[in-house]
């Protein structure tokens, strides 16, 4: 049986169902698989043309056992899960300019537009599975940045066993995807919008990791988190990787590169458990905006929380790329003890310096670049005129950037996929504003789905980032107190 166990080395290993619904490990790390499943040549071959559903269902069974979810539930789940994407294929690749050397991976066609629903609606699946079988409820408290949050609520929307808490940096997210979260009619949906929040979302992970290291209140809540610290959306998040690979080499068994706009380090992350279960991987190109947390460990070995500046790429305005660790984990082989002291570091200083072997092993297989706002838009606007209107959004924008930068320093033709993590009807005033002066938004920049939900009511609740703890532990108590009544 595969077991998991805690970055942090504090607790007894777990199954895969402990793993996913505690969210966090009970010592405050993170959780991972004892040892990284390898994928045999024999299955990396028949998987080449295995759907998307289908390709989930063989990687995942590595990470889940049969006990846990038989293998025609696991097969529902994943179908489930898929069917409320607006691509058949579920997610689409697009091939860019003339060489065909770069490949626009779309992961963006499910139900709120962005690369969060591709592991995130799986998730709450799961999770609901889970429970029902345990006869249990459980309370989804989650930060975001302005994807997860509205990932998180669809997701959950109606589903008996879970209330889902998504909390938001008010006016740090576009108003498109505030609606997402505000418009949904569901009673188990409670979004909060945060004012103050100088360090946006890492304002609010820090109250979330708060809660959830008061044990009294964790329990008595039921308190789980759907965050990319959750083991299942990590996983579910390396299988795009080998879905784009057989979809982009010649020959399976070639080698490609991935540019990824990154944050908080989860869709790397993904990656990085993709290239060590076998799949042949040149280089992961880790995308930064000016928040270049990751570039800066990359390029020097030094790990420092700085303060955030906000750009145009929401998202990935992150300080704390918090699935770092786990990567951090399989680079020292393992050594919980050292993470602990690295960690304890951090938390303290807000600085980490790696020794130049761990730094090696970062490198591996990796390169960095920050991309500024300007090349940003420049990247957008250059693409719409040259690539026939091809619209990106502002992160994807940082991914064909971040490539295009670094694409003489890769092997001649060799291919470079970049993930397009979000639809531009998410950012229409940042991506309208890239194009020429007094362009209307074409067509391809806007989204049923999101005119809808800009002409209906709201539900808001808001509040001080100062009250929040005690603001929301008020709220989930009197709904579970109008639950029982
Ligand atoms: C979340 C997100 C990212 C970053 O992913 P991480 O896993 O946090 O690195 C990039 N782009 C968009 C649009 C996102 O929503």
């Known amino acids: 049986m595969i077991k998991y166990v805690s970055t942090r080395g504090g607790i007894p290993p777990v199954a895969f169902d402990e793993a996913v619904l505690s969210g966090f490990a009970a010592d405050g790390g ?11 040549q024999a299955q990396f071959q ?40 607006d691509s058949p294929s579920v997610i689409d690749m697009v ?12 992961l963006f066609h499910g139900p709120t537009l962005s690369f969060k629903d591709v592991a995130m609606g799986f998730l709450i699946n799961v999770l609901d599975y889970l429970l029902e079988k345990r006869n249990q409820r459980l309370s989804i408290v989650l930060a975001t940045t302005g994807d997860t949050g509205p990932a998180a609520a669809w997701a959950s929307a109606g589903k008996k066993t879970i209330d889902c808490w998504p909390l938001y940096p008010r006016g740090m997210i576009t108003e498109e995807q505030e609606r997402q979260m505000t418009t949904l009619n569901a009673s188990n949906v409670h979004p909060i919008g945060v004012d103050n929040c100088e360090d946006g979302a890492d304002d609010l992970d820090f109250i979330v990791a708060k809660l959830f290291s008061d044990h009294e209140l964790k329990e008595k809540m039921n308190l789980s988190s759907v965050n990319s610290i959750n083991w299942c959306r990590v996983v579910v998040q390396s299988v795009h990787y080998f879905y784009g690979y057989y979809r982009a080499v010649e020959q399976v068994g070639d080698k490609i590169n991935f540019s990824v706009p990154s944050g908080a380090f989860g869709n790397l992350f993904g990656g990085y458990l993709a290239r060590s279960m076998g799949l042949p991987v040149n280089k992961f190109i880790c995308a930064n905006n000016a928040n270049q947390a990751l570039h800066t460990i990359f390029s020097s070995g030094v790990f420092a929380k ?3 500046v906000q750009t145009i790429s929401t998202a990935i305005d992150i300080v704390v790329p918090y699935n770092f660790w786990r990567f951090l984990y399989y680079c ?13 570091e951090f938390k303290n200083s807000g600085k980490v310096e790696f020794d130049a072997a761990t730094l090696t092993a970062i490198q591996n297989g990796f ?20 690539c026939d209107g091809y619209l990106l959004d502002p992160h994807t924008a940082v991914a064909l950037a971040a490539a295009n930068t670094l694409k003489n320093t890769l092997p001649k033709k060799m291919k470079v996929i970049c993930l397009a993590t979000a639809h531009p009807a998410k950012f ?8 020429e002066a007094g362009t209307e938004m074409p067509n391809q920049g806007k989204h049923v789905s999101l005119e809808r939900a800009s002409k209906v009511c709201q539900h808001l609740r808001i509040c001080d980032l100062e009250n929040l703890e005690f603001a929301l532990i008020e709220a989930m108590t009197t709904h ?4 029982a009544d």
Request: some cysteine.
């Open 30 to 40: 993170l959780f991972v698989p004892e040892t990284i499943p390898k994928v045999t």
């Open 46 to 85: 028949s998987w080449a043309e295995l759907s998307y559903p289908e390709l989930a269902f063989e990687i995942l069974s590595m990470f889940i056992d049969r006990s846990i979810i038989p293998a025609t539930d696991l097969k529902n789940l994943l179908d489930d899960s898929y069917s409320t994407f």
């Open 95 to 106: 091939p860019l300019g003339e060489d065909g050397r770069t490949i626009i991976m779309e």
């Open 306 to 308: 700085k303060d955030l």
């Open 332 to 344: 020292t082989g393992s050594d919980s003890e050292k993470l602990k002291v690295w960690q304890d």
């Open 367 to 386: 390169v960095s670049v920050t991309v500024s706002d300007y090349e940003t838009s420049k990247t957008i606007k250059d693409t719409f005129e040259t």
């Open 428 to 435: 229409p005033e940042t991506t309208r504003a890239c194009l």
């Open 480 to 483: 579970s107190k109008m639950q």
